[in-house]
């Protein structure tokens, strides 16, 4: 899909019957925006929130490979993009049910992770496997990983080594919620892969 | 401006060339959405953050009295959209800063709420205010309250209700952040009014 300046994402039905969109300042308003000389329609967009989840299970931790961009063939943990009108928790549900086949019981808020250069905000929650796993629509495979064997090297997001890391401290005793950790931004891998989009 | 359906913001720059948007099915996607017979673009609407703090000084908790629709001349905590490539805590000081003339500082995550009727997710967090207060644009009028003159029938939102006890109940040392209270989805007010829109 076609991407405003400003990282938005303007959908159209069509090649042939598609917006023509301009940077300008609308009328009362005092930032530019994107606006369809076909129209005049003004994309005003907002940060976006992702919700997910850390699910642990009597064999380890879920991780699911993702079977679409970005990040294709990388392990992450369930998450996506809350849906109008469903509350961040019914969210988490939702992502492990669509990625993993998974019924998980929500518990309390892991971390509040930010990445502004995507205007994102990250709300991941603890979580308890409830039945079998099996890989959704936009995974590869699903599987459940001890500690010693996570595919540290092949996580999708930085935000992915975070939350486990997050869940370890917590399992440990540690306060819940996390954020970023110090100095992350989300712009980096651990080794030193810078990220795309 | 007007809505679509689902009740998201839709733009337009002039009465005379606005979109002219109906409800169908994308090619490639499972939802209906707001198209634009026009140009053919795609309305994605998505979840809205606020971001906002309870603030606290020596002279007892700030509340901005709301200048602007919805609730003007109610009483609120200083919070708002976050704004893009913004993360939670600059938005959190922003508003502050915008309806209060505050310097505040940010501390830890007060709580997560969900009013999902609006598609909203709201991050409230503690804050220490670190200078004078004045009115800023969109407030009629900011004051310092103690806990016994808050103007408990006179408050913006449920959510401010919720927001100031849970804030009490950190300062006692309850564990943060807090949810919904249980039972509450940010629809009525504690006297029973429905809240609009």
């Known amino acids: 899909m076609p991407r405003t300046a400003d990282g938005g994402t303007i959908g159209a039905m069509s090649e ?7 940077r300008t300042v609308p009328p009362g308003d005092t930032e530019t925006r994107a606006v369809c000389r076909k129209c005049g329609y003004v994309h005003y967009d907002n940060p976006k929130i992702v ?3 850390v699910v642990r299970a009597e064999g380890g931790i879920l ?3 993702r079977a679409i961009a970005p990040r294709r063939g990388y392990w992450t943990i369930p998450a996506g993009y809350l849906e109008l009108n469903e509350t961040p928790q019914d969210g988490a549900r939702r992502e492990a049910l669509e990625e993993a086949c998974a019924a998980v019981e929500v518990r309390d808020l892991l971390a509040v992770y930010s ?6 905000v990250q709300l991941i929650w603890r ?3 409830k039945g079998p796993i099996a890989a959704g629509d936009e ?3 699903v599987h459940l990983f001890d500690w010693e064997t996570i595919p ?3 996580l999708a997001f930085p ?6 890391r997050h869940d370890r401290e917590a399992a440990s005793g540690a306060p819940v919620p996390f954020t970023n950790p110090p100095g992350e931004t989300g712009d980096t891998l651990p080794d030193g892969t810078r990220m795309q989009g």
Do not use: K
């Not at 990445?115 to 994102?120: G, T």
């Not at 935000?159 to 486990?164: G, K």
């Open 115 to 120: 990445v502004a250069r995507l205007s994102q």
């Open 51 to 53: 919700v997910g989840s």
């Open 16 to 22: 042939t019957a598609r917006p023509d969109f301009h």
């Open 63 to 65: 991780l699911c490979r």
């Open 159 to 164: 935000s992915v080594h975070w939350a486990l």
């Open 127 to 129: 979580a308890t496997l």
């Open 152 to 154: 540290w090297d092949e």
């Open 139 to 141: 995974s590869l495979e």
